[in-house]
């Protein structure tokens, strides 16, 4: 079965640098979350869209962005990339069918120097 | 508000043993909870949820977990343990929109 799909994998910006991460949802899945997990961290809530509108937001900096596109796939924007940012970030999504079962990506590993 | 706490950051088990996660959560509304395992590395994978119905739930890899209102408990168990099962397990709870994650139980399993 198609899974939750993140691009890149890994990531190495300097500081004050900007990153987008890369969300593809499962197939039919209408409903993006972004979670953040630094070192030895449980995951947090970052930010959630359904139907290309935002739906929640969490802890999310207002240096980070985020928007859902028509073919539902999402992109978080980082600018001003501090140290602490770095971290896994996860991207997970869910259906009309199980709308409240959440299904995650692998992660990317963003690296801040 | 809803909360989780799970008892224990580190759990060791020879192989072959019971496994024993605790996870007790805080919920105005009936809650929705969910256990999910992270492998070294690797992204969080659902492991088995509870939302309504039948409270002893049995999930992937052999795992169960009973909600108990009576206790506001979610325990995950597996009878016996396998080398395999070395991971970080998270206890979630949900609300309409995002998943609140408990600070994880590293389980060791030894030969």
């Known amino acids: 079965a198609a899974g939750v799909i993140q691009s890149p994998r890994h990531l190495i910006k300097e500081k004050r640098e900007t990153a987008t991460l890369k969300c593809y949802p499962i197939?039919?899945?209408?409903?993006v979350y972004w979670y953040q997990q630094g070192p030895g961290q449980d995951p947090q809530f970052l930010i959630s869209f359904y139907e290309k509108m935002q739906s929640d937001k969490g802890s999310i900096p207002d240096r980070f962005s985020a928007q859902q596109f028509s073919d539902y796939h999402s992109e978080l924007n980082m600018s001003s990339l501090e140290l602490g940012d770095s971290a896994l970030y996860f991207c997970?999504?869910?259906?009309?069918?199980?709308?409240?079962?959440?299904?995650f990506g692998p992660g990317t590993r963003l690296t801040v120097l | 508000a809803q909360s989780v706490t799970q008892l224990g950051s580190h759990v060791s088990v020879s192989e072959g043993a019971l496994v024993l996660l605790r996870c007790n959560y805080s919920s105005s509304v009936p809650p929705y909870l969910f256990w999910y395992v992270q492998y070294p590395n690797q992204g969080l994978q659902l492991l088995l949820k509870?939302?309504?119905?039948?409270?002893l739930v049995k999930g992937i890899n052999g795992f169960e977990a009973e909600f108990k209102k009576s206790e506001t408990s979610f325990h995950l168990t597996k009878p016996s343990a396998h080398m395999s099962d070395a991971a970080e397990y998270f206890c979630?709870?949900?609300?309409?929109?995002?998943?609140?994650f408990g600070t994880g139980t590293r389980l060791q399993v030894f030969p």
């Open positions: 197939p039919r899945h209408d409903t």
């Open positions: 979630a709870v949900s609300t309409t929109d995002k998943l609140i």
């Open positions: 997970a999504s869910s259906g009309t069918a199980q709308r409240d079962t959440q299904y």
């Open positions: 509870y939302t309504t119905g039948a409270t």
